[in-house]
């Protein structure tokens, strides 16, 4: 079993859509979360860090932690064409090391 | 927000040849920074961690010898990819940790390497 597991998708939905998108983890350690966005032959793009369970919004991004079910989401609002991306999250534990553990990837088509 | 450059931005090179990439923070200081590797449409797979002033600590299966990481300075590290071959093509992209803020990574904008 991977330690994040991300459907991968493809996602397709039509512009104005609520995206949902979502990774599982199995390691309780893991204490900092993050989402990434990455354009095609782009390096990834820091979207939102969270590190305590609960609701973080920005602009049209909401993301979501729940600790006690190892389960993140990012919630995107009137979805954009520029929004179509590929969605990494990503995490870690505490500690020194700054090692992240992305999840597969989840490739989201905005249709206008 | 952080900015983190790579140069160059492709690459393409004959079988056996060197090929060095720098990777750079360009507002910010980063005592560690991080190798990747992606190939087409798979997640990101770290390398190595690089750490100013020492040794890059390398994951299972990353052969050393072969990808050679130089955290010169703060700001500065450095992969070079010794006697390429065709099956080394691939995306790399660094990250740098910024541990002033957020203490998280931001990442390059990526190096296409073809080697032909």
């Known amino acids: 079993q991977k330690e994040v597991e991300q459907d991968p998708g493809p996602l397709s939905v039509p512009e104005g859509a609520i995206v949902s998108l979502n990774c599982t983890y199995s390691?309780?350690?893991?204490?900092?979360f993050m989402w990434y966005r990455q354009y095609s032959r782009k390096g990834p793009e820091l979207l939102m860090y969270?590190?305590?369970?609960g609701n973080k919004e920005d602009g049209r991004f909401t993301a979501q932690v729940d600790k006690s079910s190892k389960y993140i989401s990012l919630f995107i609002r009137d979805s954009q064409p520029s929004d179509s991306a590929t969605y990494l999250c990503?995490?870690?534990?505490?500690?020194?090391?700054?090692?992240?553990?992305f999840g597969q990837g989840t490739t989201l088509q905005v249709k206008p | 927000g952080a900015v983190v450059s790579q140069h160059p931005s492709w690459v393409i090179c004959k079988s056996g040849t060197s090929v060095k990439i720098e990777c750079r923070s360009l507002?910010?200081?980063?005592?560690?920074m991080f190798w990747y590797r992606q190939f087409p449409k798979q997640s990101l797979m770290l390398m190595a961690t690089?750490?100013?002033?020492?040794?890059?600590?390398?994951e299972q299966g990353v052969e050393k010898d072969k990808f050679l990481i130089n955290h010169a300075s703060l700001t500065l590290s450095t992969l070079t990819v010794t006697s390429a071959h065709p099956e080394d093509s691939s995306f790399y992209i660094c990250?740098?940790?910024?541990?002033?803020?957020?203490?998280?990574?931001?990442f390059g904008p990526g190096t296409r390497l073809t080697v032909l």
């Open positions: 990250s740098a940790r910024d541990r002033s803020s957020t203490d998280t990574q931001y």
């Open positions: 390691n309780s350690a893991f204490q900092y």
């Open positions: 969270t590190y305590s369970s």
């Open positions: 990503a995490m870690r534990p505490s500690g020194n090391t700054g090692k992240l553990i």
């Open positions: 507002d910010f200081q980063a005592t560690t």
């Open positions: 690089s750490n100013e002033g020492s040794k890059a600590t390398y």
